[in-house]
């Protein structure tokens, strides 16, 4: 069994920062990819971005290439998402999980989720 937990969520402005970190526990393996994914009020989960652990090989949705960074701590299983130039689009629960995912984007392959974190962006 693996335990995630998300933090840092919280309430900015449109254009502000904002780290969230995510720490795993339990039976946690090298070769588990952590990923983040978002969902807004109404809306699907939405794949945000993911790193395999042994690798450092990151990936990233669509809408938040070159604005959100993902990295991992080099002692214990925990990963960062870093946001930067945060937009009101930005507003959702954010998730983080664990697995084996083949496919990184893909929600299937991730078998541990948190709980989630609440990030909101004013305008």
């Known amino acids: 069994q693996v335990h995630v937990v998300e933090s840092g969520g919280g309430l900015v402005q449109a254009g502000d920062s904002l780290r969230l970190s995510c720490a795993a526990s339990?039976?946690?393996?090298?070769?588990?990819?952590m990923g983040w994914f978002r969902q807004a009020p109404g809306k699907a989960r939405e794949f945000v971005a993911a790193?395999?652990?042994?690798?450092?090989?990151?990936f990233y949705g669509d809408s938040v290439k070159g604005r959100f960074t993902i990295s991992r701590h080099p002692d214990k299983y925990t990963v960062y998402l870093q946001m930067n130039t945060l937009k009101a689009e930005d507003t959702a629960v954010y998730y983080c999980a664990a697995g084996y995912a083949a496919q990184a984007h893909q929600r299937r392959g991730y078998e541990y989720w948190g709980q989630g974190t609440q990030v909101t962006v004013s305008s």
């Open positions: 790193i395999r652990w042994s690798s450092g090989i990151t």
């Open positions: 339990g039976r946690t393996i090298p070769g588990y990819i």
